[in-house]
T-cell receptor
Framework: GAGVSQSPSNKVTEKGKDVELRCDPI?????LYWYRQSLGQGLEFLIY????????KSGLPSDRFSAERTGGSVSTLTIQRTQQEDSAVYLC??????????????FGPGTRLTVT | DAKTTQPPSMDCAEGRAANLPCNHS???????VYWYRQIHSQGPQYIIH???NNETNEMASLIITEDRKSSTLILPHATLRDTAVYYC??????????????FGAGTTVTVRA
């Protein structure tokens, strides 16, 4: 079946502009996660959704970052007034459920954001 | 999470088995061993996980020592497409807040023709 999809695959934006990144999780997956990965670095957790609610936003680096999920499916990550340090690959993952005792996370291909 | 130790890199000949070691000497009883990999410019990919028994799926086999202090991921017939960074993670699963995946440096596996 279809995996996690993300759009756009690449985004170049000017400093100060807002961007929206989209994630379509695997159908039926109730848990959704956003991470980012800077060049040569490991994963940095941003936010976790269970259904439409976000019980853990602790990883969002500043109030310029927000995310929402509607209908328990598609999620958008919005970055306002982008800064050069926001340049990274933004990865979305989904999993069946937090209650699944072996909940492997399936990742999308990522959106490469470049802020000039 | 228990910390893991992996060799930074290894080479493997195409068609041969690749054996990737991971040490997790401080693993606790309720922590699973997970393996992910990340091919260049792609998102991480789940490979396999296990608790104490050896596991096998269509991608790989996971061998966990009896004391659970180390494990080995086996790619039975490595192909050029298996060239990637492989991450070994130990984490609690089930009714926990341990959903934040965190990768260490991993092992960079290069499969050569």
């Amino acid at each position: 079946g279809a995996g996690v999809s993300q759009s756009p695959s690449n985004k170049v934006t000017e400093k100060g502009k807002d961007v929206e990144l989209r994630c379509d999780p695997i159908s039926g997956h109730t848990a959704l996660y956003w991470y980012r990965q800077s060049l040569g670095q490991g994963l940095e957790f941003l936010i976790y959704f269970q259904g439409n609610s976000a019980p853990d936003k602790s990883g969002l680096p500043s109030d310029r970052f927000s995310a929402e999920r509607t209908g328990g499916s598609v999620s958008t990550l919005t970055i306002q007034r982008t800064q050069q340090e926001d340049s990274a690959v933004y990865l979305c993952a989904s999993s069946l459920s937090l209650r699944d005792s072996t909940y492997e996370q399936y990742f999308g291909p990522g959106t490469r954001l470049t802020v000039t | 999470d228990a910390k893991t130790t992996q060799p930074p890199s290894m080479d493997c000949a195409e068609g041969r088995a690749a054996n990737l070691p991971c040490n997790h000497s401080t693993i606790s009883g309720n922590e699973y061993v997970y393996w992910y990999r990340q091919i260049h410019s792609q998102g991480p990919q789940y490979i396999i996980h296990g608790l104490k028994n050896n596991e096998t799926n269509e991608m790989a086999s996971l061998i966990i020592t009896e004391d659970r202090k180390s494990s080995t991921l086996i790619l039975p017939h490595a192909t050029l497409r298996d060239t990637a960074v492989y991450y070994c993670i130990v984490r609690v699963a089930s009714r926990s807040n341990d959903y934040k995946l965190s990768f260490g440096a991993g092992t960079t596996v290069t499969v050569r023709a």
